[in-house]
């Protein structure tokens, strides 16, 4: 008698970052559920004085093609079947559009009738862009009210007042080519997924954020900093901040003249407490002086939350830079100076909240944790 030997279905998930490209390879195996993370790749981005779009652009692909080219050596040719490519904010266009209609008769909602509002709100969310340069590859209905009342599945109620928002997201089309014809090169019949990665936080965190009046997620990346503002479940605005991790890694390297490298491994030092004396006292003075420009940045946030007349603010760190858990007793309380964060509640989301989730726990570390983490996570989804 032969076993059947069990089905293994690969994927590899991307952040697109603006200080790395990353990418966890990862299995899905039959009558397991969880993802297996196998193994962590990533390509800093070349360094420029030009960092403008051209730079991005060229780099992005880069290494893209490089990480590709290190999964395909890893596998030995066997490459995965899914890529999930998550972009961050500089590479991406995105919007959420509301759609509310009134009838004078009330009637069943058809999967037609959400079709035409999707396709027209789309036709709003593409108004002014150079359509011929733009390829949409996200749309995703956020919330949907009938007669003031929030449905998951509105098709088949009946319903004189409709009212719906759609979060689109777009990207440019040599761009979107480019990822794609490189991983057809060397695998033909790829499932090939896009995201954005407030998108894929709000999948992971629905459940979270939908009974939330008001929230901000923050991600903090490598050179930037995302803040999606959500009211009553719906992405309103993203903003980017220009402050990442690489901002402290960079102040301490030039004061301790020494590799990023070697930074970054003082730095997790001094946050896991392992440093004394001399040394733990002049990262502190690194940290304070760095988090007050942090702190000063960051009050745009607070500024467009009050601008949208967001209250009861829950605010949800996700993660990101692949230092905040280890961050949790020096960066985070900085940033919520009680004098910024008046009202505010705060919570610190690690990859290990997930780790349950994960047949295999493999070492989630540096830029990129959490977008990689959130795509793994929302792939079935």
Request: with cysteine; charged share 25%.
């Amino acid at each position: 008698m032969f076993f059947r030997k069990p089905k293994v279905y690969s994927g590899a998930a991307f952040d697109i970052g603006t200080a790395s490209v990353s990418a966890a390879l990862f299995e899905i195996r039959e009558g397991d559920p969880r993802p297996h993370v196998i193994k962590i790749f990533r390509r800093f981005h070349k360094a420029s004085l030009k960092r403008d779009a051209s730079h991005f652009s060229k780099s992005t692909a880069g290494q893209f093609s490089a990480l590709l080219s290190d999964i395909q050596k890893f596998t030995e040719n066997k490459m995965p079947a899914a890529y999930l490519i998550g972009l961050s904010s500089i590479f991406y266009l995105g919007k959420t559009e509301h759609i509310y209609e009134k009838r004078q008769i009330k009637r069943a909602i058809t999967a037609d009738d959400i079709a035409s509002f999707i396709k027209n709100a789309e036709g709003r969310f593409l108004s002014g862009l150079a359509q011929e340069d733009v390829e949409v590859f996200e749309t995703l209905t956020m919330r949907a009210l009938l007669n003031g009342y929030a449905l998951d599945q509105p098709v088949g109620k009946v319903a004189e007042e409709i009212e719906i928002w759609v979060r689109f997201g777009a990207t440019s089309r040599e761009l979107h080519d480019t990822f794609i014809h490189a991983i057809r090169d060397l695998c033909p019949k790829a499932d090939i997924r896009f995201s954005t990665f407030p998108t894929a936080g709000w999948r992971l965190m629905r459940e979270v954020l939908f009974p939330a009046h008001s929230a901000l997620m923050v991600d903090i990346g490598g050179e930037l900093t995302e803040v999606a503002f959500l009211v009553d479940g719906v992405i309103t605005e993203v903003l980017s901040l220009p402050f990442g991790v690489m901002n402290l890694l960079l102040r301490i390297s030039e004061s301790e003249h020494v590799e990023l490298e070697n930074a970054l491994s003082l730095l997790r030092a001094y946050t896991e407490g392992m440093l004394t004396g001399e040394a733990e006292n002049h990262i502190r003075a690194i940290m304070k002086k760095e988090i007050k420009n942090w702190e000063e940045i960051f009050e745009r946030t607070w500024e467009e939350a009050g601008r949208q007349n967001m209250v009861d603010v829950k605010m949800l760190f996700l993660g990101g830079g692949g230092l905040i858990s280890e961050m949790k007793g020096a960066v985070v309380p900085p940033l919520l100076h009680p004098h910024l964060a008046r009202g505010l509640n705060a919570s610190v989301m690690t990859p290990e909240a997930f780790r349950d989730k994960f047949g295999t726990f493999c070492c989630f570390d540096g830029p990129g944790d959490f977008g990689l983490l959130s795509l793994i996570l929302t792939f079935e989804q």
